[in-house]
């Protein structure tokens, strides 16, 4: 695994590492789930579309609840997750001045086609799971 | 022989010295051939003659006879004359110059190119300077969406109006009240958040958009340039987000322009060719338009049936 020189403090990663804290002080303070919004897809069809329950479960897990984070949309927990972990990791990373690492190439790719499927699988599991 | 690609860093077979295409990511480079002769010594020029006592230096005082100004410096951005071929190298876009070039100049410029000729921008365009895209794009979607949220806060009511209207012929299918809460939600106070969140707001969406653009890129191995090239990209591209200040249909121009000119981009940006790059930027517009779409056609189709049904449609007040 190669690493970044520690020479750019403030790059990419910290950029992305500082969204995803403010997902997680927006989930957790704000009462993003007492906004008045519906998906309009749902309200057509009946059906979710493929990021229905993301903000539920982001909301969800950042107050604890992580059946319900999980019930709302598996996928969506398991961002919500990932992506604080990451923001946690990288204050870490930057506080006791280690250099970046980067997972080559391969992994990388690997991990975006993962996406995809787990995106494609999600959607099924949120049309069987929440059909109305 | 085995070469190496000095951008990409990809090796490659060739059979020739000299300038070349490199297959992996279309960079041209050059290989010096190791058995060509040396290159002659340059020639010893003696130096010019220090000036007279009180003439001053060569940088402060009165030019030394025979001096010539420096020639006019080179084109830049400027449109290319008739049958020349645009130089390979990078140069930096007119925002990041902003400082010598002016600020309001310096976006005019970048905006049109960005927009107009996106091909030829990105393929020159200077992909380090990532920090003066991101405020760029981010800067345009900002004044966009202000105009957008003052247009919508003062047509508020009409639009709840014509919604009505429109799912009444409908006949119940639809579900009005979603579209009702979102209309309903442009409070005074709902007005100004919006407005004080949009720049955090639209910086976000440039990263994150240009993130989900590299994760497809790299799984059709179409991100030789990396992570920058891709964010300078959605950032310039971001700009056409501007046109979103143009009421009603803003949006939707907006949305198709971008996708056009992100294709574009990053096939030119990323040395990969508008196939994988369409891949990229077309997989999450088709999701965001198969909504859209669905919506669309949907309220189209029962507006029709409206029009069919008995008795005269109520007035839509337009």
């Known amino acids: 695994m190669a690493a970044q020189s520690p020479a750019r403090v403030f790059g990419h990663a910290e950029v992305f590492a500082a969204i995803f804290a403010l997902s997680f002080l927006a989930a957790r303070l704000l009462p993003l789930l007492g906004l008045p919004y519906a998906c309009p897809f749902r309200a057509l069809t009946g059906l979710p579309c493929a990021t229905c329950g993301m903000t539920h479960a982001f909301v969800y897990l950042a107050h604890g609840q992580l059946r319900a984070a999980l019930a709302a949309s598996p996928l969506g927990a398991l961002l919500a997750g990932a992506a604080w972990l990451l923001a946690a990791a990288d204050g870490v990373r930057l506080a006791l001045g280690l250099p970046l690492p980067f997972p080559p190439p391969r992994a990388v790719r690997a991990l975006a086609f993962a996406g995809l499927i787990a995106l494609l699988a999600n959607w099924a599991f949120l049309v069987i799971a929440h059909r109305t | ?318």
């Open chain 2, 1 to 318: 022989m085995r070469a190496r690609c000095f951008r990409c860093q990809e090796t490659f077979d060739t059979d020739r010295f000299g300038t070349q295409t490199c297959p992996k990511c279309g960079s041209e480079i050059y290989l010096p051939d190791p058995g060509a002769a040396a290159p002659a010594p340059v020639a010893q020029v003696e130096s010019p003659p220090f000036p007279p006592q009180g003439a001053g230096g060569p940088g402060w005082g009165a030019p030394l006879p025979g001096w010539t100004p420096p020639a006019v410096p080179p084109p830049g951005w400027g449109a290319l004359p008739p049958g020349a071929v645009p130089p390979p190298a990078e140069q930096s876009a007119p925002f990041a110059e902003r400082a010598r070039r002016g600020f309001f100049h310096g976006f005019v410029d970048t905006w049109k190119l960005a927009a107009i000729e996106p091909a030829r921008f990105f393929r020159q365009v200077r992909i380090s300077e990532t920090r003066s895209a991101v405020l760029f794009g981010a800067l345009a979607l900002t004044l966009g969406n202000w105009v957008s949220l003052v247009f919508g806060y003062f047509t508020a009511s009409a639009t709840i109006n014509i919604v009505g209207q429109i799912t009444r012929r409908m006949d119940g299918r639809v579900d009005s009240l979603p579209l009702a809460q979102i209309i309903r939600g442009f409070t005074l106070q709902s007005f100004i958040a919006q407005a004080i969140a949009t720049p955090i707001l639209a910086l976000i969406a440039v990263y994150l958009t240009a993130a989900v653009f590299h994760l497809l890129l790299l799984v059709v191995h179409g991100a030789p340039r990396g992570f920058d090239a891709t964010l300078t990209v959605v950032g310039y591209a971001s700009g056409i987000f501007l046109i979103r200040a143009l009421p009603v249909c803003g949006a939707v121009i907006a949305m198709v322009w971008f996708a056009v000119a992100a294709i574009q981009g990053l096939g030119e940006a990323q040395r990969t060719g508008t196939g994988k790059a369409a891949f990229a930027v077309l997989m999450p517009v088709l999701l965001v338009f198969l909504c859209f779409c669905a919506v669309a056609g949907m309220v189209g189709l029962a507006g029709l049936n409206g029009l069919h049904s008995a008795g005269p449609p109520p007035s839509t007040g337009i």
